[in-house]
């Protein structure tokens, strides 16, 4: 097990992200417009009308990777995750997973990639820290 240095958190901020707008873009460009560094996720309510997943297909080192793109509409159930320089993954900013229902029931999840597209507004709040996340 490997346990971070202390890191302090600095502000609570909110960002809505507008109906066709792209999830992870627009967490990505609020980050850079605040001129922040890092962020976790606390919460996150609202739909999306297109969700796009990259997830594990192997158990190799590194493991094979799959996207997927499914049709929605979606509930957010949960969304975690950090965005910043301390977590870029995959060529992406931040490395966040996302969990959705459909109104029948069936729930899917995964890596949230780019062209996860809202459907009502969707509400995320972040806080900021700062300290180095190494581990």
Do not use: Q, W
Not at 13 to 24: G, I, R, S, T
Not at 27 to 43: F, M, P, S
Not at 50 to 79: A, D, M, Q, Y
Not at 98 to 111: A, F, M, Q, T
């Amino acid at each position: 097990m490997k346990i971070s240095k202390g890191m302090k958190t600095k502000e609570l901020f909110f960002v809505k992200v507008e109906p066709d707008e792209d999830l992870l873009k627009s967490l990505e460009e609020a980050i850079r417009l605040k001129g922040i560094d890092n962020a976790i996720v606390a919460t996150a309510v609202g739909s999306l009308k297109k969700v796009v997943l990259v997830n594990p297909r192997t158990l190799t080192k590194p493991p094979e990777t799959g996207k997927i793109e499914v049709e929605g509409p979606f509930e957010i159930v949960s969304l975690m995750g950090a965005i910043g320089t301390n977590h870029a993954h995959g060529g992406k900013m931040g490395h966040l997973h996302i969990c959705l229902s459909r109104h029948e029931g069936p729930v899917v999840g995964g890596s949230l990639d780019y062209g996860s597209l809202a459907f009502y507004p969707i509400e995320v709040t972040l806080i900021t820290y700062e300290g180095s996340y190494d581990i």
